[in-house]
T-cell receptor, first 110, second 115 residues
Framework: GDSVTQMEGPVTLSEEAFLTINCTYT??????LFWYVQYPGEGLQLLLK?????DKGSNKGFEATYRKETTSFHLEKGSVQVSDSAVYFC?????????FGAGTTVTVRA | NAGVTQTPKFQVLKTGQSMTLQCAQD?????MSWYRQDPGMGLRLIHY???????DQGEVPNGYNVSRSTTEDFPLRLLSAAPSQTSVYFC??????????????FGSGTRLTVV
């Protein structure tokens, strides 16, 4: 079945540091790939997505590129802020259901 | 638009009690799903529905029942709550966006504690 493996956390960074969260997947066909973010005490928000190979999703300074050859969708941000502290989930979909990774907790210190 | 509405937001149950988590959407989406979120495990699919009258099991269905009598509502029932069901529950609806892709809308979650 479909599965998502993402970098274990927690990750602690200083403000303005570079953030990378690795995500790899196993799936049949050509899934869509997503990054969701969950801020403390809140629900899930879609951060970015990509629907086909070599697509780059971007939002709020975050980027991720759909790499079919390495089955990866790594999340990056060049300069994090304290407000980026959250749990980040990588997810994939082949249909109307989503498969999620375990989540990575990111804490950014001032 | 209200989107996906979940009630209640918080609930404490005693072991063995039953309850229903409500989920309603006003977007006329065909597909609805229930997930549970546990630390270090991400979100796991409990049950899903592809339309009124049709439901199926996801990855972790044991201990939960669902029904889909209308397009709008997809309640999740715990018949006899257990401490292992302490979790945050998310309801989602999804819709086709073309070329085999789908969009997803999540509710704000229900935090359930079973003591």
């Amino acid at each position: 079945g479909d599965s998502v493996t993402q970098m274990e956390g927690p990750v602690t960074l200083s403000e303005e540091a570079f953030l990378t969260i690795n995500c790899t997947y196993t799936a049949t066909g050509y899934p869509s790939l997503f990054w969701y973010v969950q801020y403390p005490g809140e629900g899930l928000q879609l951060l970015l997505k990509a629907t086909k190979a070599d697509d780059k999703g971007s939002n709020k300074g975050f980027e991720a590129t759909y790499r079919k050859e390495t089955t990866s969708f790594h999340l990056e941000k060049g300069s994090v802020q304290v407000s980026d502290s959250a749990v980040y989930f990588c997810a994939l979909s082949n249909d109307y259901k989503l498969s999620f990774g375990a989540g990575t907790t990111v804490t950014v210190r001032a | 638009n209200a989107g996906v509405t979940q009630t209640p937001k918080f609930q404490v149950l005693k072991t063995g009690q039953s309850m229903t988590l409500q989920c309603a959407q006003d977007m006329n989406h065909e597909y609805m799903s229930w997930y549970r979120q546990d630390p270090g495990m991400g979100l796991r699919l409990i049950h899903y529905s592809v339309g009124a009258g049709i439901t199926d099991q996801g990855e972790v269905p044991n201990g939960y029942n669902v029904s889909r009598s209308t397009t709008e509502d997809f309640p999740l029932r715990l018949l006899s709550a257990a401490p292992s069901q302490t979790s945050v529950y998310f309801c989602a609806s999804s819709y086709p966006t073309g070329q085999g892709n789908y969009g997803y809308t999540f509710g704000s979650g229900t935090r359930l504690t079973v003591v």
